[in-house]
């Protein structure tokens, strides 16, 4: 059974950084391509960033595109989402998500596993 769980969530300033990390157990991380999606309340989940199994492909949301980075330690079962110059739209719910596809990928539907989330609070 695969288990992600995150953590580095909390309480950040507009043009603040936070960084969240997930670990993946169960199965080496490298067998799945990997995403970061938030919700926030009253709204539906939505994609924020992926990579593909080997770390080099990526893609991003456009709302968050040249401020976060998604990057992964294979070796270390770990996948790590470098939030900067956040913005009080960015206050959510973050999730890890694991896909058995090759590349990255934005569809929601496509993931397998989900971590069981952790906040993060932007103030203005």
């Known amino acids: 059974q695969v288990q992600l769980v995150e953590s580095g969530g909390g309480l950040g300033q507009a043009g603040g950084s936070l960084r969240l990390s997930c670990v993946v157990s169960?199965?080496?991380?490298?067998?799945?391509?990997m995403g970061w999606f938030r919700q926030a309340p009253g709204k539906e989940r939505e994609f924020v960033a992926s990579?593909?199994?080997?770390?080099?492909?990526?893609q991003y949301a456009d709302s968050v595109k040249g401020r976060f980075t998604i990057s992964r330690d294979n070796a270390k079962n770990t996948v790590v989402l470098q939030m900067n110059t956040l913005k009080p739209e960015d206050t959510a719910v973050y999730y890890c998500?694991?896909?058995?596809?090759?590349?990255?990928?934005?569809?929601?539907?496509?993931?397998?596993?989900w971590g069981q989330g952790t906040q993060v609070t932007v103030s203005s």
């Open positions: 169960g199965r080496t991380s490298s067998s799945y391509a």
């Open positions: 990579i593909g199994r080997s770390g080099g492909s990526t």
């Open positions: 998500a694991a896909t058995t596809r090759l590349w990255w990928e934005t569809r929601i539907g496509q993931y397998n596993y």
